[in-house]
């Protein structure tokens, strides 16, 4: 087994995060996860009766997660302080996260509202080619949301709690979720394993995430106060068990609506609204999203720090 995650990898893997964020070219592991999910989808998945289905579904899950824990835990354990630092930054996503959103929102102020949506494009799964100002913010804010639950504090937790080896799991059932883990055929008995799966995995990050969003709030002068109210009353409404935590506590943080409809792949889809006294997100909401985000991201990170050195004291 490696040896638990050291204060000065944490420190290292997340100041590169912040420095680099994930650069276009480096090859990043989360591709190697979703060629491996969909050369086993290719061989695995085939009609048949529902249980089967699950069955071959779970295989892949089973698969491919543990084999990102065996390759991460091999190359750990052989690789030393450098390999385990470029792991962990791998797992961290802060910098590409507010990056990619913050030139949407910088396009929308420009008047660029095609180019905005190309840009938004590439970081929701919605469909953006109609969208106006309004479900652009509506769509960077709640990506902003959701994606710092699963880009950076759920990776912080597990790095802190098993060291690259549990955080490249993580990953990976992440990524198994956004490829397999759909609700409707083909994938509503093949991908349901990896959705329970990635439900079990971000239910403590998705909350520990939508407190950092209200301690953010507290720290940069934002409503904590609102983003507490909402995340208490809204957070379960949204119909993933996680991802309204986070979205419930930027909403009220911000004090404007998120959720309604939107639509994927041509269908509308309606998700409930979050905050529903508040008011149609602008710009300068979608500023302060990206501030939040940050130091939500930063005072995660400080958490993790203060564990760790503690861990390592009572060595």
Request: proline fraction near 6%; charged fraction near 20%; glycine fraction near 10%.
């Amino acid at each position: 087994m490696t040896a638990p995650m050291t204060s000065r990898v944490f420190v290292a893997a997340y100041a590169l995060d912040l420095a680099a964020g994930d650069p276009p070219r480096f090859p990043h592991p989360v591709r190697a996860m979703g060629w491996a999910t969909t050369v086993s989808e290719r061989w695995l998945r085939r009609p048949g009766p529902p249980a089967q289905e699950f069955l071959r579904g779970a295989l892949v899950t089973g698969l491919i997660a543990g084999g990102a824990w065996a390759v991460a835990e091999r190359s750990v354990r052989f690789g030393g302080f450098l390999s385990e630092v470029l792991l962990a930054w791998t797992t961290l996503a802060t910098k590409s996260l507010l990056d990619e959103s913050r030139a949407v929102v910088d396009a929308v102020e420009r008047g660029e509202l095609v180019r905005a949506r190309q840009l938004l494009a590439r970081i929701v799964g919605r469909d953006t080619g109609t969208l106006e100002e309004p479900e652009i913010l509506r769509a960077v804010i709640e990506t902003i949301a959701e994606g710092l639950c699963d880009g950076v504090i759920a990776p912080i937790v597990y790095l802190v709690a098993g060291g690259v080896p549990l955080a490249f799991a993580y990953k990976a059932v992440n990524t198994l979720d956004s490829m397999i883990g759909h609700r409707d055929p083909p994938y509503l008995y093949f991908g349901r394993s990896a959705a329970r799966l990635d439900d079990i995995a971000n239910f403590v990050p998705a909350r520990i995430t939508a407190l950092a969003i209200t301690a953010a709030a507290a720290v940069t002068g934002a409503d904590a106060r609102g983003a507490w109210s909402v995340f208490s009353r809204d957070g379960s409404k949204h119909p993933s068990p996680n991802a309204g935590q986070s979205e419930a506590a930027m909403a009220g943080a911000l004090g404007v609506r998120l959720g309604g409809i939107s639509s994927y792949a041509g269908a509308p889809v309606f998700k409930p609204v979050l905050g529903n006294e508040g008011r149609t997100p602008g710009v300068p909401d979608a500023r302060r999203a990206l501030r939040l985000g940050r130091v939500a991201s930063l005072l995660v990170f400080a958490a993790g720090l203060f564990w760790l050195g503690r861990r390592e004291k009572r060595r």
